[in-house]
C-alpha cells in the first residue's frame, strides 16, 4: 500500500521560505483555494498557508544551535482528525494515504483542527472551510506535466533539496533511504499518529588534525632556509661516543 | 471506506481555459534566477523556476514564488505624477499627468543643464541591474555625477578583491563549493547569488564537506554550519591576521604557487629614503605602457643566489630575506614583509580582539592548512600558463571561502577583504578546484583598465563626459579632481578623501548636496533607490534635508525625480515621480557590460521578454531614457542628421555598439546577421527570439583547459582577449603585496612625481594606503566612547525580503510584517530587558524605540534586526497602523552619514580608502522603555496619502487567476 | 484552547436542558411510584418540556454560530460510526424530538396503556417517552463530553471526569432549573427536585474539583523535544514564521493572563457550586420561587465560566510550535 510523503532534511534546510510562498501560490489558484488573507495592506497581516517554516534555537550562546523547521500535514497513517470529522470531508486516501478535506463537504466546526496535534490545519477565513497541504494532489497526478515535475510545488521550489517526496512504504525509495541512512524520525511519536511525513536530523561534520600534520618534511619554510638545519659543524654524539 | 469526495481535486480547475507558459528572468532580488510565468487566461497563475536555466536549475526562493503578489500590488505605481503646487516634499501629495508633460518638463530641464553646467544633473541608481545603459545616458549627457549602488552596498568587497587578485565575491567570483571539502563563510546573510549558493552549500553538505561560518549572528546558513565561530563585528580582519600568522609560522602555505602565480617573490625597495620606496624594483622600462603588470620586476634566485627577472626560467626565488642589490639597494621579497606584518598579529592577540579564542583560531588556521595541502585534487586537465609552461593537470586546495558585507560594510572593511584574499593566496586557492572560481568577465587586470577623466576639464556642455564616471584608479594621476586636489564628482568618489571610491558614494550624494559641497546640483534624479528610506544613512536628517530650502526659498536640491515602480518612502518627496514597470512587463537585459549572470565555467548573460503588458501608464525606465535621450540628442543615441537612432529599447539592445562596427553590443548571444556569432559580432535583428528560445539566457562553456588559473591561463587570457573582454593577454599576478596603495602613500609622504594629496589628507592616505592589510578598530569606534555605547548593531538580510521592496507583497509581508532587536539574554536582562518588551536603542547620533527579542544565536557584544523591514507611515500603500510602521523599525535611524574628522570637520562614515558606507560600525546601548511609553516604534513619520493610480486594498484577498473567467 | 462563545452557550444551554428533562421525568417516575406527591396539573410536564425544547433549540442556535458554512450543518450527521460530534448532531435533534412528543403526549393527555409490567405497574405512552428521552438525554451526555475525551492529546480533557462532570453540571443545573420551575407551576415537588438539585451539583462540585486536582497535576506529554525529535533541554521558538497571527495562534490560545483564568477558576467554583447550594439550601425546603430562581442563574452564569476555563485552561501541544508570534 502506498503512503506518499514529505521527508524534510534539517540538516541542509536554511529557512527560506521558498516552500512556503510556492505552496500558497501552487495553491491559491489550484483545487485547494483560494488561500485567502486577512488585512493583506493593514495591521496584523494574516492569511491560509498550508506550510510553515519557523525557527528554533537550541542550547546557550556560544554552543547554539538554530534550527529551520518546516511543517505541513504530516499526511498521519493514523490520522486523528480524520474520524472526528462529522461530515466526512476529511478524509485519507486509500490509494496513496493522503489526507484531504472535502471543501464542499466541510462545515467549517474546526474539530478536526482540535484533533490534530501538529497544529497543520487552517481554516480559510473567507471560505471559513478548513485547508491543510493536499500533497499537492492536483500536480502529482497531473499527466500534461513532466515525470520530473510530478512533485509537490515546495520541494520542486526548496534550494537545498531539503524536501525529498515519495512512498515511504516502499522500501526502495529514495524518501524511505533517506529516512533509513538518516535516523529519519517523526514528530510526537507519543500520540501513535504514525505520520507519514519524517525529519531527517541536523549532522555535524567535525576535523580532526593530528599533530604530527603540523609539521612535515616538506615544510616550505626549509625551502627559504627557515627551520634550518644545524650546521654540520656543531659538536653531536659523534664527536664523544663510539659503540 | 468514506464516500467518494464532491469536490475532485484532481479536475483540472476551469477546463478549457488558457494556459500558457512563458520564460523569463526573475527580478524578484539580483540573483536573476531562470523562472517560467504560467498565465491563466493572461493573468499570474504560478511562476516557479526555469529547471533548463543554469543559475536556479529549477528553484525558486520565497520572493521568486511570490511575484503574483508584487505585480498585482497596490502600491504600484501606474501614473506620472507631479507634486501638488504648494505641497511639501515628503507630504506626498501628487497630481497625475501625462507622459507627454513629464517628458517635456525633463526636456527642458535637462537641455538647459546640460547647455550650461552638466554637473548639475545627478543620475544614482539603486539595486538595479541595468549600469551599462544608465553609464551610458549619463556619459553621453556630460555629467560626473553617476553611480549605482555599489558605494553603499559592498565596495570594499569588490575593490578590496579586485585590487588582490583581479576578481571578487559578489556578482564576479565564488566558491566552488562542488570540489572543496572546507568551506569558510564569513559575514554573510543571504547575498545576492542566493539560489545558486543554496544548492551549492546543501550539497556540500550532503557529500560531508565541513561547513564553518564565522559571524556574530547564527541564522540562515550560518544555522546549519557545522561550526559557528561568533566574531565581534568589525574584528574579522584581526582573525583573518592572526589565521595568517599561524599558517605562515607552521608553513601551512602553497609556497610553489605563491612563487609563480603572485607577487610573493618580488623583490621590494626596503630604502626608506628612497623614492622608489616601498615600489618592486624594476629591471627595465617595460616594451609596451598598458594597464597590465609588466613583466619586469626581480626574483632573488635561491640557486644563483642572485637577483633574475620574475619567471625566469629554472630560477626559484626565495621568499623569505632580506638581500641588496648590486647597486647597494635593500630589498625584501613581498612575502618577507607580509610575515614581518603578521609577527605581531598572533591568535592570542586576535582573539582579545575578536572574542574568539585562540586555540579555535588555531584549530582553524591548521584545519585550513591541513585540508589545503593535503587533501589536494587533481583534475586531468592540461592547460598552458602564460609563460609557456604546460601542465599536466589542473591542481585545487579544496578550501574555500565566501565572505560578504559583514566584511565589506566596515571602515576597515578593505583591508580586512585584502586579507582575506591574501589568505586564500597563502592557501593556493585562487581559481582551482574546490577554491575560489571567477566569472566572466574576471579576472581583470590589477586594477582594471577602465578610469575616470582625471581633470574637471572633460566636463564640457553639450559633450559627452570625456571618460567613464566610474573607474579603478591605478596612482594618484588617476583621480578625478581639479587642479587643487579638490572632488570633481558631487559625492567626492576618486578624491583624496576617497581615493579607490570605484563604485562612487551614493549615500554622500544628498548631503553632498543639499550642503553645495563640493557644489550645488539641479536635478537629483534616482532610479530604483529608496534614498529617503533605507538606503540612506541618517534617514530622519535626509529627510530634512530632500525638503529644505535656502535663503531664496528654493529648495536646496531643487528637483527632484523619482523612478520606481512603488509608492516607497523616498517618492513622496520627489517633484516629478515616473512609473516603472515591473520586472514581467519589461525587456531587460543582464549584460556582459555590466553585471552578467555568469558561471565558472563562463560567460553567462540573460534577457528579460515581457510576459504582461504593462499596467496602466507605467513606462520601462529604459525606454524614458532612450526617448528622453533622442530629445536630447545625446551622440550615441541619435544619427548625424539630429533623428532618433533606436525605436526602443529592445531595438537599441540589438543595434547599439560600444563603437560603430566594434560588434560589442549589450548582449553576447546569438550576434553576427544569423546569430552564427557569439560575444561579438555584428546586429542580429532576430537577437531577442534566439534568447527567448533558448530560456533568456545565452551561455558559453569555455574548454575545461580555460576554466581554471584563469589568471595566468595563456589560452584564456588569449581567448578572452580575441573576444574582447579584455585588451590584453598578461599574467594577473596576486597583488599580496599592492603597489597601487604604496603610489598613494609615497605620495602622501611627498615623494615621486604624481600629484600630491591636500595637506589635511596627507596623514590619512598615509596611515590608509599601507602596501599590506593591517587591523585597525573601525574609524566609528574609534570616535565612539565604549563604555556609554558597548553594543555594536548590525543588520541582516531575511531570505524572504528584498529590502524595502516586499512590504507591498501581501505574502512575503505576513513572514516579516515587523521586525525585532535581536539581544543576547544574558545583555538584555543586564539591561533589564525581558524578551518582548519595548526598548530603546540609541547611538550617539540618534535612537529608536523597539521591541526587545532575547537570542541565544547571538555573541553577547552584538544586537541585530532585519534589514529594512520598518516602514515610514502610509508608503507602500499599507494602513498607517500596518505592523510595519507601528511596530518594526529602520536600524538606519541610528547610523550617521558623517563624522567627525578629528579636526573638527566632517567626514564620510565610509571606508577612508574605497567610499563604502560603514552601516556595520554603529555603537550602541540598551535600556527599558518607561512602562508609560506608547507600545509603538520611535520615530514615526506623518502618513502619506495613497498616490494617484495606486490600487485599493482590499481587507480581504483571495486571489485566484482567471477567476474573473469562472462561470 | 480558545473559548468560543457559541460552544460554551451550546454546551451549557442543552445540559441544562436535558438535565430539565431528566429531572421532569424523575418527577414522573416518582410521583407514580407514590413517592412524590404528582404535580397538580399535566402543564408541568408540558410547560416543562417546552423548557426543555427551548433550551436545547438555543444551543442549538448558538451551535450554528460556531460554523463556519451552517449552510451545510446537515452534513454534519454523517460520520456517526466514527464521530462524536456527529453523533452528538444526530442525539440532540433525536431528543428534542422526544421531548416534544413526552410535551405533546402530557399536553394531549393521550396516555394510552402500552403494557402492564407484571408488578402491575401500567406503562403508558408518556413513560416509554420519557424513558427514551432520559437515555438521549444520557446519550447527549456521553457525545457532547466525549467530543472533547476522545482527544488523548488534549490530556485536560481526556478522562471519564469530563463525561461525570458534563453529565452532573448539566444535571445539577438542569434540576435547580426545576426547582426553580416547580416552585412556579408544581410547588408541591418543589422541596424534592430541589433536594436532588442539591445532590447533584454537590456531586459536579466533587467530580469538578476532583478533575482541577487531576488537571494540576498534569505534565503535557508533548514537550519542545517530541514536538522537533531534538534532545535538548533548552529549546525556544525564535520565529512562527509569521507575525500577523493565523488560525493556529488564534483558535488554541486564550490569549488570557493566567490571572485572569485563575479568577474566572474562583468565579465558577462560587457561582457554579458554592452560591446555589446555599440558595438551594436557602430556598429549597420554602419553595421560595425567586430564592431558586437565582440559584438557577447564578449556576448557569457560574457554568458559562466553568465551561470558559474548561477550554481555557486545555493545553493544546499545537501550541508548541506557535509560541512566538509577537
Ligand atoms: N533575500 C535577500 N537577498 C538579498 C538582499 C535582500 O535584501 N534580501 N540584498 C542583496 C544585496 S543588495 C546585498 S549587498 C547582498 C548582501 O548579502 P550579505 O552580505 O549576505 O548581506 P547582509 O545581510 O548585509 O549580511 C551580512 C552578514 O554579516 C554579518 N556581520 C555583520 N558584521 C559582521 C562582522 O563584522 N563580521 C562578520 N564576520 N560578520 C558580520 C551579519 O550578521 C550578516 O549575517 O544580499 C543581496 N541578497
Ligand atoms: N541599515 C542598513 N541599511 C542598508 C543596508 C544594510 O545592510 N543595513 N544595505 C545597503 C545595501 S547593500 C543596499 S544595496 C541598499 C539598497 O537600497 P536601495 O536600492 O535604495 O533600496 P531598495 O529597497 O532595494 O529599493 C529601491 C527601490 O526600488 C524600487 N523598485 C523595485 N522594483 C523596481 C522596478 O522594477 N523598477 C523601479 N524603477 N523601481 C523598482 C522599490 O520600490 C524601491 O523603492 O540598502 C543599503 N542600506
Ligand atoms: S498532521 Fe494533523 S492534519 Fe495532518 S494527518 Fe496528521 S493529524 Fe491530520
Ligand atoms: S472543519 Fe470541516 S473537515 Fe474539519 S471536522 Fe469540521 S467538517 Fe470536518
Ligand atoms: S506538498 Fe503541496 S500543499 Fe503540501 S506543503 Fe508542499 S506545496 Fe504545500
Ligand atoms: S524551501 Fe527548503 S530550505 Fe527553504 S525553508 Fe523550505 S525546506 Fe527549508
Ligand atoms: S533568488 Fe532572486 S532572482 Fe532567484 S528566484 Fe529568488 S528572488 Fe528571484
Ligand atoms: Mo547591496
Redesign the pocket.
Known amino acids: 500500500m502506498t503512503q506518499l510523503a514529505l521527508v524534510i532534511d534539517l540538516n541542509v534546510c536554511v529557512g527560506c521560505h521558498a516552500c512556503v510562498t510556492s505552496c500558497k501560490e501552487w495553491n491559491t489558484s489550484g483545487s485547494a483555494g483560494p488561500l485567502a488573507d486577512t488585512m493583506p495592506y493593514g495591521k496584523d497581516p494574516s492569511g491560509a498557508f498550508f506550510n510553515r517554516v519557523q525557527t528554533f534555537e537550541v542550547g546557550e550562546f556560544p554552543d547554539t544551535q538554530t534550527v529551520h523547521f518546516p511543517k505541513s500535514c504530516l499526511h498521519c497513517e493514523d490520522p486523528p482528525c480524520v474520524p472526528v470529522c462529522p461530515t466526512g470531508a476529511s478524509y485519507k486516501r486509500k490509494e496513496d494515504g493522503i489526507v484531504l478535506v472535502d471543501y464542499d463537504k466541510c462545515i467549517g466546526c474546526k474539530y478536526c483542527s482540535w484533533a490534530c496535534p501538529y497544529g497543520a490545519r487552517e481554516l480559510d477565513p473567507v471560505r471559513k472551510v478548513m485547508t491543510k497541504c493536499t500533497l499537492c494532489v492536483d500536480r502529482i497526478y497531473d499527466r500534461t506535466r513532466p515525470e520530473a515535475e510530478r512533485k509537490p510545488a515546495c520541494v520542486l521550489a526548496c534550494p537545498t533539496s531539503a524536501r525529498l517526496f515519495g512512498d515511504i512504504h516502499d522500501p526502495q525509495s529514495q524518501v524511505s533511504q533517506a529516512i533509513r541512512d538518516n535516523a529519519g524520525y517523526a514528530l510526537m511519536p507519543e500520540w501513535g499518529t504514525h505520520p507519514a511525513n519524517h525529519y531527517l536530523p541536523r549532522r555535524r561534520t567535525s576535523a580532526r588534525i593530528h599533530e604530527d600534520e603540523l609539521t612535515r618534511a616538506d615544510n616550505p619554510l626549509k625551502v627559504d632556509g627557515l627551520l634550518p638545519r644545524p650546521p654540520k659543524s656543531d659538536p653531536s654524539l659523534d664527536d664523544v661516543m663510539s659503540w | 471506506m468514506p464516500p467518494p469526495p464532491l469536490h475532485d481535486p484532481l479536475a483540472p480547475p476551469l477546463p478549457g481555459a488558457g494556459t500558457a507558459i512563458r520564460n523569463t528572468t526573475c527580478y524578484m532580488?539580483?540573483c536573476r534566477c531562470g523562472i517560467r510565468v504560467h498565465l491563466a487566461d493572461g493573468e499570474v497563475r504560478y511562476i516557479d523556476g526555469n529547471p533548463d536555466h543554469p543559475l536556479n536549475k529549477g528553484v525558486i526562493c520565497a520572493?521568486g514564488s511570490s511575484g503574483i503578489m508584487k505585480q498585482y500590488s497596490p502600491a504600484r505605481l501606474t501614473r506620472p505624477l507631479k507634486r501638488k503646487p504648494g505641497a511639501e516634499r515628503g507630504a506626498g501629495e501628487f497630481e497625475a499627468i501625462s507622459w507627454d508633460e513629464a517628458f517635456a518638463l525633463l526636456e527642458e530641464r535637462l537641455a538647459r543643464i546640460r547647455s550650461t553646467d552638466p554637473r548639475r544633473f545627478a543620475l544614482f541608481t539603486g539595486?538595479d541591474q541595468m549600469q551599462a545603459l544608465t553609464g551610458l545616458f549619463a556619459r553621453q549627457f556630460g555629467t560626473p555625477n553617476y553611480a549605482a549602488h555599489g558605494g553603499f552596498?559592498?565596495v570594499n568587497m569588490a575593490a578590496g578583491m579586485i585590487y588582490t587578485i583581479g576578481g571578487s565575491f559578489w556578482e564576479f567570483g565564488g566558491p566552488d563549493l562542488e570540489r572543496a571539502k572546507l568551506f569558510v563563510m564569513?559575514?554573510?546573510?543571504?547575498?545576492?547569488h542566493?539560489n545558486p549558493l543554496k544548492i551549492a552549500i546543501a550539497k556540500f553538505k550532503r557529500d560531508g564537506g565541513r561547513f564553518v561560518s564565522?559571524?556574530?549572528?547564527r541564522t540562515g546558513y550560518s544555522a546549519i554550519a557545522d561550526e559557528w565561530m561568533p566574531?565581534r563585528?568589525?574584528?574579522?580582519g584581526a582573525l583573518l591576521l592572526a589565521l595568517i600568522h599561524e599558517l605562515v609560522a607552521l608553513g601551512l602555505y602553497d609556497r610553489d604557487f605563491l612563487v609563480r602565480y603572485t607577487n610573493a617573490g618580488q623583490l621590494v625597495n626596503t630604502d626608506e629614503r628612497n623614492d622608489e620606496f616601498g615600489m618592486f624594483v624594476r629591471t627595465e622600462v617595460p616594451k609596451e605602457e598598458g594597464c597590465f603588470d609588466p613583466q619586469n620586476k626581480l626574483w632573488w634566485d635561491r640557486a644563483t643566489n642572485r637577483p633574475v627577472v620574475t619567471h625566469a626560467e629554472g630560477a626559484d626565488p626565495f621568499l623569505l630575506g632580506e638581500f641588496r642589490l648590486s647597486d647597494g639597494t635593500a630589498v625584501k621579497p613581498a612575502f618577507q614583509l607580509l610575515k614581518e606584518r603578521v609577527d605581531a598579529y598572533t591568535p592570542e592577540w586576535a582573539a582579545g580582539v575578536t572574542g574568539i579564542p585562540a586555540d579555535a583560531i588555531r584549530r582553524l588556521a591548521h584545519e585550513m592548512g591541513v585540508t589545503a595541502r593535503d587533501q589536494k585534487i587533481e583534475l586531468p586537465i592540461a592547460w598552458t600558463d602564460i609563460w609557456g609552461r604546460e601542465h599536466e593537470t589542473v591542481t585545487g586546495n579544496p578550501v574555500a571561502f565566501h565572505a560578504?558585507?559583514?566584511?565589506a560594510?566596515?571602515s576597515n572593511g578593505f583591508h580586512t577583504i585584502r586579507a582575506l584574499a591574501i589568505l586564500m593566496t597563502l592557501l593556493g586557492t585562487i581559481d582551482r578546484p574546490g577554491g575560489f572560481r571567477h566569472k566572466a568577465p574576471f579576472p581583470r587586470p590589477i586594477p582594471p583598465c577602465a578610469k575616470t577623466p582625471n581633470t574637471p576639464l572633460a566636463i564640457k556642455p553639450d559633450h559627452p563626459l570625456d571618460g567613464l564616471a566610474l573607474g579603478w584608479p591605478a596612482e594618484p594621476d588617476d583621480l578625478f579632481v581639479d587642479e587643487n586636489g579638490a572632488p570633481v564628482r558631487i559625492d567626492k568618489a576618486f578624491s583624496w578623501e576617497y581615493p579607490l571610491a570605484v563604485h562612487g558614494m551614493m549615500h554622500d550624494v544628498v548631503t553632498n548636496a543639499w550642503r553645495g559641497d563640493p557644489y550645488p546640483i539641479d536635478t537629483l534624479l534616482l532610479f530604483m533607490a529608496n534614498m529617503a528610506w533605507n538606503s540612506t544613512m541618517n534617514t530622519v536628517e535626509v529627510r530634512k534635508m530632500l525638503n529644505d530650502r535656502g535663503d531664496d526659498g528654493e529648495y536646496k536640491i531643487p528637483f527632484l525625480v523619482v523612478c520606481d515602480a512603488f509608492q516607497s518612502e523616498t517618492t513622496a518627496f520627489a517633484d516629478l515621480v515616473l512609473p516603472d514597470t515591473t520586472y514581467l512587463e519589461r525587456h531587460d537585459v543582464m549584460s556582459m557590460l555590466d553585471r552578467p549572470i555568469s558561471e565558472f565555467e563562463g560567460p553567462v548573460d540573460s534577457v528579460r521578454i515581457p510576459v504582461v503588458p504593462p499596467t496602466g501608464e507605467c513606462k520601462p525606465f529604459q525606454e524614458v531614457l532612450i526617448e528622453l535621450a533622442g530629445r536630447l540628442k545625446l551622440p550615441a543615441f541619435v544619427r548625424p542628421d539630429g533623428t532618433r537612432r533606436f525605436r526602443d529599447y529592445p531595438d537599441f539592445i540589438v543595434n547599439y555598439e560600444t563603437e560603430p562596427g566594434s560588434g560589442i553590443g549589450f548582449l553576447s548571444g546569438w550576434r553576427g546577421k544569423g546569430g552564427e556569432k557569439f560575444m561579438r559580432g555584428e546586429p542580429n535583428p532576430r537577437q531577442w527570439e534566439m534568447y527567448a528560445q533558448n530560456n533568456c539566457i545565452f551561455q558559453y562553456r569555455l574548454p575545461p583547459s580555460y576554466q581554471y588559473m584563469r589568471n595566468w591561463n595563456k589560452g584564456y587570457l588569449e581567448w578572452s582577449q580575441r573576444n574582447r573582454i579584455q585588451r590584453y593577454a598578461e599574467p594577473i599576478l596576486v597583488h599580496l603585496y599592492s603597489e597601487v596603495l604604496q603610489k598613494f602613500r609615497l605620495a602622501a609622504r611627498g615623494k615621486g612625481m604624481s600629484r600630491k594629496p591636500p595637506a589635511h589628507l596627507a596623514a590619512r592616505i598615509d596611515t590608509f594606503f599601507d602596501p599590506l592589510p593591517f587591523y585597525y578598530e573601525p574609524l566609528e569606534a574609534q570616535r565612539t566612547d565604549r563604555t556609554r555605547y558597548p553594543l555594536a548593531a548590525?543588520?541582516?538580510?531575511?531570505?524572504a525580503?528584498?529590502?524595502s521592496w516586499d512590504s507591498q507583497n501581501a505574502w512575503l509581508r505576513q513572514i516579516h510584517a515587523h521586525n525585532h532587536l535581536y539581544v543576547n539574554p544574558k545583555v538584555a536582562r543586564a539591561a533589564g530587558i525581558e524578551d518582548g518588551a519595548w526598548m530603546w536603542v540609541e547611538s550617539p547620533w540618534g535612537k529608536v524605540r523597539c521591541i526587545c527579542k532575547h537570542s541565544e544565536a547571538v555573541e553577547p557584544g552584538t544586537v541585530?534586526t532585519w534589514?529594512a523591514i520598518g516602514k515610514a507611515d502610509g508608503a507602500w500603500r499599507l494602513a498607517p497602523d500596518a505592523n510595519e510602521s507601528e511596530l518594526g523599525f529602520l536600524l538606519n535611524h541610528l547610523i550617521s552619514d558623517e563624522l567627525p574628522d578629528g579636526a573638527g570637520g566632517r567626514i564620510s562614515n565610509s571606508d577612508p580608502i574605497t567610499g563604502q558606507a560603514a552601516w556595520?560600525d554603529v555603537r550602541v546601548r540598551i535600556y527599558p522603555a518607561a512602562a508609560d511609553e506608547p507600545r509603538e516604534t520611535w520615530p514615526r513619520f506623518a502618513a502619506v496619502p495613497a498616490a494617484p493610480g495606486t490600487g485599493s486594498t482590499p481587507r480581504l484577498l483571495a486571489y485566484f487567476a482567471r477567476r474573473k473567467a469562472r462561470p | 484552547m480558545r473559548p468560543d462563545y457559541s460552544v460554551l452557550l451550546l454546551t451549557t444551554l442543552i445540559g441544562a436542558g436535558q438535565g430539565l428533562f431528566l429531572a421532569l421525568f424523575t418527577v414522573q417516575l416518582f410521583a407514580l411510584a407514590g413517592q412524590l406527591p404528582a404535580p397538580g396539573s399535566h402543564a408541568f410536564y408540558v410547560h416543562g418540556s417546552l423548557l426543555v425544547l427551548a433550551l436545547l433549540a438555543g444551543g442549538l442556535v448558538a451551535s450554528f454560530f460556531h460554523l463556519g458554512r451552517p449552510e451545510r450543518a446537515w452534513r454534519a450527521a454523517a460520520m456517526w460510526r466514527t464521530s462524536w460530534l456527529s453523533r452528538e448532531v444526530i442525539v440532540l435533534p433525536a431528543l428534542m424530538g422526544t421531548v416534544l412528543l413526552f410535551g405533546a403526549a402530557h399536553l394531549a393527555g393521550f396516555r394510552p396503556t402500552l403494557f402492564t409490567l407484571p408488578s402491575g405497574l401500567a406503562i403508558d405512552s408518556t413513560l416509554v417517552l420519557g424513558t427514551l428521552g432520559a437515555m438521549l438525554a444520557f446519550a447527549l451526555f456521553l457525545c457532547t463530553a466525549m467530543i472533547y475525551a476522545c482527544l488523548p492529546f488534549l490530556r485536560e480533557w481526556s478522562s471519564p471526569l469530563t463525561v461525570a462532570n458534563f453529565t452532573l453540571l448539566g444535571g445539577a443545573s438542569g434540576f435547580t432549573l426545576a426547582a426553580a420551575f416547580s416552585a412556579w407551576a408544581a410547588p408541591e415537588a418543589t422541596r424534592y427536585i430541589a433536594g436532588w438539585a442539591f445532590a447533584l451539583t454537590l456531586l459536579a462540585a466533587v467530580s469538578r474539583v476532583a478533575t482541577l486536582l487531576r488537571n494540576a497535576r498534569l505534565r503535557p506529554r508533548s514537550t519542545p523535544q517530541t514536538a522537533l525529535g531534538i534532545k535538548h533541554p533548552r529549546i525556544v521558538q525564535r520565529s512562527a514564521g509569521f507575525l500577523g497571527g493565523s488560525f493556529n495562534t488564534r483558535e488554541f490560545f486564550h490569549g488570557s493572563p493566567e490571572r485572569r483564568v485563575s479568577a474566572v477558576r474562583s468565579a465558577f467554583l462560587l457561582l457554579a457550586f458554592a452560591a446555589p447550594l446555599a440558595l438551594l439550601a436557602l430556598g429549597g425546603p420554602r419553595g421560595a420561587a425567586p430564592v431558586l430562581t437565582a440559584a438557577f442563574l447564578v449556576q448557569f452564569a457560574g457554568l458559562v465560566a466553568e465551561r470558559w476555563h474548561f477550554f481555557a485552561q486545555a493545553r493544546h501541544p499545537q501550541n508548541l510550535y506557535y509560541q512566538d508570534t509577537r
Do not use: F
Not at chain 2, 186 to 192: L, N, R
Not at chain 2, 214 to 217: A, M, W
Not at chain 2, 404 to 407: D, E, F, N, P, V
Open positions: 532580488c539580483a520572493k539595486r552596498c559592498s564569513i559575514g554573510t546573510a543571504e547575498d545576492h542566493s564565522i559571524n556574530p549572528v566574531i563585528p568589525g574584528t574579522d560578504m558585507r559583514g566584511l560594510a566596515h548590525v543588520t541582516q538580510r531575511p531570505m525580503m528584498y529590502h541585530w534589514n556595520y
